[in-house]
C-alpha cells in the first residue's frame, strides 16, 4: 500500500520559493535531518534545493510548480497532508506544518545545488 502526500503553499510563500530558486532547475527536498543530533531520532525538518532525485525518493502532490520529493524513510516523520507559508518569526524562512501539527515554525532553504550552475 502506497501512501501519498500533498503539498499546498501559500502564494507568499510560492513567492520566496521562486526568489529561492533565481530561475534555476532543481527540487525542494524535505528532509529529516539529524546530522549532528546524536541519533536517529533527534532531528529537525529541512528543506533543501537540490539538483537530483534519487531512487528513494517520493515526489509530493502539489498545485506549485515546484517538484516537493523527499526520502521514504524520512515519510514517517510526515503527516500526508503538508502546508508551506510564510513565516511569522522571519519572512525569508517558512513554516511546515500539517493538519495537526507544526514542523518548523522559521525553517530556512538551503541551497545544496551544485554552484556550476549558478547563473551570474
Same mark, same amino acid.
Given at each position: 500500500?502506497?501512501?501519498?502526500?500533498?503539498? %499546498?503553499?501559500?502564494?507568499?510563500?510560492? %513567492?520566496?520559493?521562486?526568489?529561492?530558486f533565481q530561475g534555476r532547475p532543481g527540487y525542494l527536498r524535505?528532509?529529516?535531518? @539529524?546530522?549532528g543530533c546524536g541519533c536517529s531520532l533527534s532531528g529537525a525538518i529541512a528543506l533543501w534545493l537540490v539538483d537530483e %532525485?534519487?531512487?528513494?525518493?517520493?515526489t509530493l502532490a502539489s498545485d506549485s510548480p515546484i517538484t516537493f520529493i523527499m526520502n521514504k524513510n524520512d515519510s514517517v516523520y510526515l503527516d500526508q @497532508?503538508?502546508?508551506?507559508?510564510?513565516?511569522?518569526?522571519d519572512k525569508s524562512s517558512v513554516?511546515?506544518?500539517?493538519?495537526?501539527?507544526?514542523?518548523?515554525?522559521?525553517?530556512?532553504?538551503e541551497d545544496h545545488r551544485t554552484a556550476s550552475e549558478a547563473r551570474f
Open positions: 500500500m502506497s501512501i501519498s502526500f500533498r503539498m %499546498t503553499v501559500s502564494p507568499d510563500a510560492q %513567492t520566496l520559493l521562486d526568489q529561492k524535505i528532509a529529516y535531518d @539529524n546530522e %532525485t534519487t531512487p528513494s525518493d517520493l @497532508n503538508l502546508f508551506i507559508t510564510i513565516s511569522g518569526f513554516r511546515l506544518a500539517s493538519d495537526g501539527q507544526s514542523f518548523g515554525s522559521s525553517i530556512r532553504i
